[in-house]
């Protein structure tokens, strides 16, 4: 089936009203080995790692690692294994623990063309200390597509080994990594296109043609020997609705699609052993206007969204949509975007990263000539004193007439704005008990509401 885009040009406007300040942060030396910084990145403890990519029409541009110290945001390291070349995928993936940084080069032909290598950078030695290529090691197998460590656990996916993919187990055993066991499952496509491990619990995911007409979780579990395959999801999306990313959190999976329509989803999928699925009504995204949002982050009652691109021509900073768990509900909060220049494809979102209370988030494209990229950091706790959003209820909402603030924070709410959709502002009131809505025609709008330290939140209210 054909796409067909009908938009208004009001849907270009951005609409934000972001409640986190963003710290940027990008190399300060050896700044020309690749492009697009920000784009694979990852967080342990107090230090951060990141990576330019290679670019195979620039000499020189072989991609490197970079570790920065998540407090101060100041680079610490500038690292590269020697012989690498631009032609290798140089930082497909990384992942670290305590002791060590992980880079994923799918490309390399370490043994043979495009089989991939996994470099292993010891993070207290400080130098690069493994290579490791898959024991079976394929032309086009693409070993180090994606990482995840754990402890002494590491699982690297080879998408394309056999035609199939799989994940292959590593385990530390005190002086080096070693190979433990080959993780498939028959007739998949890019099996192990992302692998996530928490309370002993291995999920991986995996489509099921070419076309990606289904995407499957599976879940596997350890008998301290070897890792067993206790159950497959049932089949998510079709060839009108793509699976493009998960994350699994708290032992809940949260799934993000993007269909046909412009209209992506999140999906909250439960496992309760033995075979037992369950699978709760979709999110609807209605926020981010033409964007394609293919990155989700949870953690911490906060979700967000980052975009790979949109239907339009125009060129834009790309929005993070923010949301909320309230009352078991998912909210929409605020769009956030990077402080980069205007009219500019930044990236914004493309890559996401938590680790306990803060927050990164990649804008791979960003630059004013170039896109060297950039990257932002910013704290996921809010003051005491600021604007608690889970504070305020606005009742009754649909409302075809007033709408009443019920505030609970210590903070007098002391102004109002109504925005429409678009980000025009329609009214504004100081010292506001009650919204009125009567004159606006039926539709969404936002309300911006003000205490008085300038924190703000804003609400989504309908008038029917």
């Not at 025609?441 to 703000?456: D, Q, W």
Request: aromatic fraction near 14%.
């Amino acid at each position: 089936m054909k796409k067909h885009f009908f938009f208004a040009a009001f849907l270009i406007c951005q609409f934000s009203f972001s409640q986190f300040t963003l710290s940027p942060f990008s190399p300060t030396s050896d700044a020309n080995n690749g492009f697009y910084f920000g784009s694979q990145m990852s967080v342990s403890g107090n230090r951060i790692a990141a990576l330019v990519q290679p670019s195979e029409m620039l000499p020189g541009f072989t991609g490197k690692l970079y570790h920065f110290d998540a407090n101060t945001l100041q680079q610490t390291a500038a690292l590269l294994p020697v012989g690498i070349t631009p032609t290798d995928g140089f930082g497909s993936a990384v992942s670290q623990t305590m002791h060590f940084t992980v880079v994923g080069a799918a490309y390399d032909d370490h043994l043979i063309e495009d089989a991939g290598a996994v470099y292993v950078y010891n993070n207290i030695s400080g130098n690069w200390s493994q290579t490791i290529t898959a024991p079976d090691a394929a032309v086009a197998g693409h070993f180090g597509t994606y990482i995840e460590t754990y402890g002494t656990r590491m699982f690297i996916s080879a998408v394309d080994a056999d035609n199939n993919g799989a994940v292959y187990f590593y385990h530390y055993n005190g002086s080096q990594w070693e190979f433990s066991q080959k993780l498939t499952v028959p007739n998949m496509k890019d099996f192990g296109n992302k692998v996530r491990f928490q309370s002993e619990q291995l999920i991986i995911s995996s489509t099921t043609s070419e076309f990606k007409k289904s995407f499957n979780l599976f879940v596997m579990n350890s008998d301290n020997s070897s890792w067993i395959l206790e159950s497959s999801s049932p089949g998510f999306g079709n060839l009108e609705d793509t699976v493009s990313d998960f994350c699994f959190v708290n032992g809940r999976i949260y799934m993000l699609s993007d269909g046909l329509n412009l209209r992506s989803q999140v999906q909250t999928v439960d496992y309760f052993g033995q075979g037992q699925w369950s699978v709760e009504p979709a999110l609807e995204v209605i926020e981010g206007n033409d964007h394609f949002f293919t990155r989700i982050e949870v953690t911490g009652g906060k979700m967000f969204l980052g975009s790979n691109g949109y239907a339009l021509l125009m060129a834009r900073k790309y929005p993070v949509l923010y949301y909320r768990n309230i009352m078991g509900a998912w909210t929409f909060q605020s769009s956030i975007y990077g402080t980069g220049p205007e009219g500019v494809d930044d990236h914004f979102g493309s890559s996401m990263f938590t680790d306990g209370s803060n927050m990164i988030i990649g804008s791979a494209n960003e630059g004013t000539i170039l896109p060297y990229g950039k990257a932002y950091k910013f704290s996921l706790t809010l003051g005491t004193d600021d604007f608690q959003k889970d504070a305020v209820s606005l009742y009754p909402n649909p409302s075809s007439d007033m709408v009443y603030i019920q505030n609970q924070n210590l903070n007098k709410i002391v102004k109002s704005e109504i925005y429409s959709v678009t980000g025009k502002l329609l009214s504004t009131a100081e010292n506001v008990e009650q919204l009125s809505i009567g004159n606006l025609a039926n539709g969404i709008y936002f309300a911006k509401l003000y205490v008085a330290n300038g924190s703000n939140q804003t609400y989504k209210i309908i008038k029917n």
